[in-house]
């Protein structure tokens, strides 16, 4: 992981936890680890995390992520994500139960 980020991302107010990041930058006798795509944790009532399957989060944020933020754009809030020799890429948050 290069990045997490916490915020109430489907509006339940228990906080959320945003994990992005891919290592393709390794020593010549390791692979690259290129199989992450984010993963979201969803705060519960018993302040535990249940895991958020992407397909159901409709997370994909693939690629040798470095760094993310949290930006306004006009009213709505997203995620602008960074890559190594990558574009960037922005994710809208629908915050909806």
């Known amino acids: 992981m290069n990045k ?4 109430d ?5 228990s906080k959320d ?3 992005l990041g891919n290592l ?8 690259r680890n290129d199989s992450n795509y984010g993963f979201l944790l969803q705060g519960n009532q018993e302040k535990g995390f249940d895991f958020i399957s992407n397909e159901r989060s409709n997370l ?8 993310a933020a949290f930006i306004k754009v006009g009213r709505s809030k997203a995620i602008l994500i960074a890559r ?3 574009k960037l890429s922005l ?3 629908n915050k909806t139960k």
């Open 84 to 86: 190594n020799n990558g």
């Open 91 to 93: 994710i809208k948050i």
């Open 24 to 31: 393709f930058g390794l020593e010549v006798e390791t692979p």
């Open 17 to 19: 936890i945003l994990l």
């Open 4 to 7: 997490i980020l916490i915020d």
């Open 60 to 67: 994909w944020a693939g690629g040798d992520v470095k760094d």
């Open 9 to 13: 991302f489907n509006n339940d107010v």
